[in-house]
């Protein structure tokens, strides 16, 4: 029986999505970019392409250099990790399920051909159309629902709140050019205080609170882009686990994988 999913991306949403199904007995293959820019980079298995592998969770992901690694660190007991931003892997490896967690808030080329079950996470998929199903990731009562017919909520371009806070957790490059940074995920900061730099310009945070997330230092970044996250309750273990959103998409995950499954083949 095939019980390999490809999930599309290697981010913290893509990671607890990864890990749920590896814990269910699935055999996982994530695609990333050469250098992702990950901000939850210590709950992210996208950390495997900067550092070689990454641990979240007691579950080790390894970087895969070509598609004969993938077996190897299957053996291994592991998830690979592999440079493929177009998923040309499923042209050597057939899997029962793609997952597109990219999260682009745009389909950037998943269909319901890649796979016998297709599924979109967040804004732009629909169910029915070009996925087999998609999961919502907007915060709310609906957060981690299977839809099986339609889409999920636009997006907003607001982020989440927590304690009161949403935009202003965010740290957001003011420049464009090259970042070094000063602090570290897991460190407490204060308001104003400088958390990186970037071509000389300080990035500070607008908060006080536990650094959850910063993109890897010596990284290329744009102006405006979201380049870390301050969290106002200050609980560090929160740095080093995945998420209650990530969790709750997963389920979504899960249960779409299940229900497919069970309509194909009647298992």
Same mark, same amino acid.
């Given at each position: 029986?095939?019980?390999?999913?490809?999930?599309?991306?290697?981010?913290?949403?893509?990671?607890?999505?990864?890990?749920?199904?590896?814990?269910?007995?699935?055999?996982?293959?994530?695609?990333?970019?050469?250098?992702?820019?990950?901000?939850?980079?210590?709950?992210?298995?996208?950390?495997?392409?900067?550092? @070689?592998? %990454? +641990?979240?969770?007691?579950? =080790?992901?390894?970087?895969?250099?070509? !598609?004969?690694?993938?077996?190897? *660190?299957? #053996?291994?007991?592991?998830?690979?990790?592999?440079?493929?931003?177009?998923?040309?892997?499923?042209?050597?490896?057939?899997?029962?399920?793609?997952?597109?967690?990219?999260?682009?808030?745009?389909?950037?080329?998943?269909?319901?051909?890649?796979?016998?079950?297709?599924?979109?996470?967040?804004?732009?998929?629909?169910?029915?159309?070009?996925?087999?199903?998609?999961?919502?990731?907007?915060?709310?009562?609906?957060?981690?629902?299977?839809?099986?017919?339609?889409?999920?909520?636009?997006?907003?371009?607001?982020?989440?709140?927590?304690? @009161?806070? %949403? +935009?202003?957790?965010?740290? =957001?490059?003011?420049?464009?050019?090259? !970042?070094?940074?000063?602090?570290? *995920?897991? #460190?407490?900061?204060?308001?104003?205080?400088?958390?990186?730099?970037?071509?000389?310009?300080?990035?500070?945070?607008?908060?006080?609170?536990?650094?959850?997330?910063?993109?890897?230092?010596?990284?290329?970044?744009?102006?405006?882009?979201?380049?870390?996250?301050?969290?106002?309750?200050?609980?560090?273990?929160?740095?080093?686990?995945?998420?209650?959103?990530?969790?709750?998409?997963?389920?979504?995950?899960?249960?779409?994988?299940?229900?497919?499954?069970?309509?194909?083949?009647?298992?």
């Amino acid at each position: 029986m095939n019980d390999i999913i490809i999930v599309r991306g290697a981010g913290d949403i893509a990671t607890g999505i990864a890990h749920r199904l590896n814990k269910c007995g699935f055999r996982l293959i994530l695609t990333e970019v050469e250098r992702p820019l990950v901000v939850r980079r210590f709950v992210s298995f996208a950390n495997a392409m900067l550092k @070689g592998e %990454s +641990e979240v969770e007691g579950v =080790r992901s390894v970087k895969a250099e070509e !598609i004969e690694d993938i077996y190897k *660190i299957w #053996d291994s007991g592991c998830i690979p990790v592999l440079c493929d931003s177009e998923c040309n892997v499923i042209n050597d490896i057939k899997p029962l399920a793609v997952v597109d967690a990219i999260m682009a808030k745009r389909n950037l080329g998943t269909s319901r051909g890649m796979a016998p079950i297709t599924i979109g996470v967040g804004p732009g998929f629909e169910a029915g159309v070009d996925v087999d199903a998609v999961v919502e990731t907007c915060r709310g009562h609906n957060l981690g629902k299977t839809i099986y017919k339609g889409t999920a909520c636009a997006d907003t371009g607001i982020p989440g709140d927590i304690e @009161g806070y %949403s +935009e202003k957790r965010l740290l =957001r490059a003011p420049v464009n050019g090259i !970042i070094t940074n000063v602090h570290e *995920i897991g #460190d407490m900061v204060r308001q104003d205080e400088a958390v990186a730099f970037i071509e000389g310009a300080a990035v500070k945070s607008q908060i006080d609170g536990v650094l959850r997330g910063l993109i890897a230092d010596k990284n290329k970044v744009f102006k405006g882009l979201k380049i870390g996250d301050v969290d106002p309750r200050g609980i560090r273990e929160y740095c080093f686990t995945i998420s209650d959103k990530s969790r709750s998409v997963a389920g979504g995950v899960l249960e779409a994988i299940l229900a497919q499954r069970h309509l194909d083949y009647g298992q």
